[in-house]
């Protein structure tokens, strides 16, 4: 009999003290009782007031920064599963850069890779586990989204960080990345991966025409 894959949750709990983009005190309380037992309802149901399609763990649509692909009504239902899911390279990136074109031409990414996860100086320093945003954050630059695209095959790239653009730059990296078709996985918690080959099962919500959605991103090995 075939051995059970370990599985790996690299997405972020979503509550009130979760981080928030640009926020210093967390998402605050999104979700409410509509129906509950103890005020006579038949059952408890909750609804979700005022949380961003980018909150937490979540993937980006190209209508996210491309007002092109907004207007044609792309969203997260149009994502090809078969990106979404499948071999992926968790690839460390050293402390003292960003996601340059210079640190990817050292990173040296096996030939014919299609999934890259970046797990940065933003997982040593608890980014995504505390409550405050830090704006210091590592990620893409516009060169190194440049270099990404010209120079190998990936389809989707990840990162341990609310964006993966520079908090400088926001929509140079994300306009290059989604403009080229690749499906970009924002928010994941790497603390227990550690570099090497994975196979990765991330699901967005099936939102008609979003421009990004939650997501539950896990790895298997």
């Given amino acids: 009999m075939q051995a059970q894959p370990h599985v ?3 997405s972020l709990s979503l509550h009130p003290l979760a ?16 129906k509950a037992k103890k005020r006579g309802d038949i059952c408890n149901e ?11 763990t979540h993937v980006d649509a190209a209508s996210h920064f491309l007002e092109e692909a ?9 994502l090809d599963l078969n990106v979404l899911t499948g071999p992926v390279l968790v690839v ?3 402390d003292s850069t960003n996601i340059s074109a210079a640190a990817l031409e ?28 830090d ?13 990404l695209v010209a120079h190998t095959s990936v389809r989707l790239v990840g990162i341990d960080a609310l964006s993966v653009a520079t908090f400088e730059d ?19 918690c790497l603390g227990d991966a550690a570099p090497g080959l994975y196979t990765l099962v991330c699901l967005p919500l099936k939102l008609v025409g979003s421009d990004g959605s939650p997501a539950r991103c896990v790895l298997l090995r």
């Avoid at 909750?46 to 937490?56: E, K, R, W």
């Avoid at 990345?177 to 928010?187: N, P, R």
């Fill in 19 to 34: 981080v928030k983009f640009a926020a210093p005190s967390g998402l605050g309380e999104y979700r409410s009782l509509a």
């Fill in 46 to 56: 909750s609804q979700l007031d005022g949380l961003s399609v980018h909150s937490g």
């Fill in 70 to 78: 907004r207007e044609r009504g792309v969203g997260t239902d149009s």
């Fill in 170 to 188: 926001l929509p140079g990296p994300h306009e290059t990345l989604l403009g080229a078709g690749m499906i970009v996985v924002e928010g994941l």
């Fill in 8 to 10: 790996i949750d690299i």
């Fill in 106 to 133: 050292s990173m040296k990414l096996p030939a014919g890779t299609e999934r890259v996860i970046f797990r940065t100086l933003n997982t040593k320093r608890g980014l995504m586990e505390q409550i405050a945003f």
């Fill in 92 to 94: 460390s990136v050293p």
């Fill in 135 to 147: 704006s210091s954050y590592t990620a893409m630059t516009a060169d190194g989204a440049r270099w």
